[in-house]
Each structure stands twice: as C-alpha cells, then as structure tokens.
C-alpha cells in the first residue's frame, strides 16, 4: 500500500501457473501530487513450484497496467494523465503453514503516459512487489 497497490488476487490457472489482477491507487510519485486510479494483470509461471496447493517458490511474471487521474507539477498546475504499462518481474513468495505470504519482486516496467501536459513523457520505471498476503 506504500507504492499504492491496494489488492491483488491470483487465481491458480495449472499447477504451477496463475493469473493475477491488482488494483492500484497512487498518490505520489517522484515528488509529484498524483491522484491515479488503475487496473494491472500478470500472468505468473512458477519456476520452483513443487505442485503444492498455493503458489510459492521463484517466479517470472509478465504484466501490464492503465491508471486514469490528476497530476499536480511542482509550480501548482493540475492536468488529466492516463498511464499504460508494460513490464516482467522476477521474485519469489513465500506461504507459510498459518496461510500468510511474503511477496517480493523486481523487473523493470515501460509506461506510457498521455496526458494534456507538455512535461509528461514515456519511459521505464522500475516495478517492485512488496506484499504481505493471505492464502485462503
């Protein structure tokens, strides 16, 4: 909830093979006063996952994301941005036996941004995962 993922669910697709859908908000981001609300997917392949009932081990995931909202600059202008994504991260999750997970990720992300700015621009952005779950 810190970088502004809020929820992520991830539906078992094979035994070592899952999709997964984020919502996101975000509210800052580079020292700027953002207001975007957005929608990611991922498809996860389990490297290391030894067919157990939850996903655990070391992953790759391909993803993609949109968000819609408001930018603020630094001199106090307010424009309209919509953002799309295009990344993979590779990491691995853990689950413990309780049914809670640690989640960590890195990999780099391409975003495009249309907005009514001048400023605004494309480029990649690192996409990191931090997430603290529960497998039920």
């Not at 081990?57 to 600059?73: C, E, H, Q, T, W």
């Not at 990999?107 to 941004?113: D, E």
């Amino acid at each position: 909830m810190a970088f502004g993922n809020f929820i992520t669910y991830e539906r078992v697709i094979s035994p070592s093979s899952f999709f997964l859908v984020k919502g996101n908000y975000m509210y800052k981001l580079f020292g700027l006063d953002v207001s975007l609300a957005g929608l990611g997917a991922g498809y996860r392949y389990y490297i290391t996952h030894a067919k157990k009932e939850v996903p655990s081990g070391f992953y790759a995931n391909p993803l993609v994301s949109a968000a819609f909202g408001r930018i603020k600059d630094s001199d106090g202008s307010s424009y309209s941005a919509t953002t799309a994504g295009v990344g993979a991260e590779l990491g691995y999750q853990w689950v413990w036996s309780s049914g809670f997970t640690l989640d960590l990720g890195i990999g780099p992300m391409y975003n495009f941004v249309f907005s009514d700015s001048e400023s605004a621009g494309n480029g990649f952005t690192p996409s990191v995962t931090l997430a603290i779950g529960y497998a039920f």
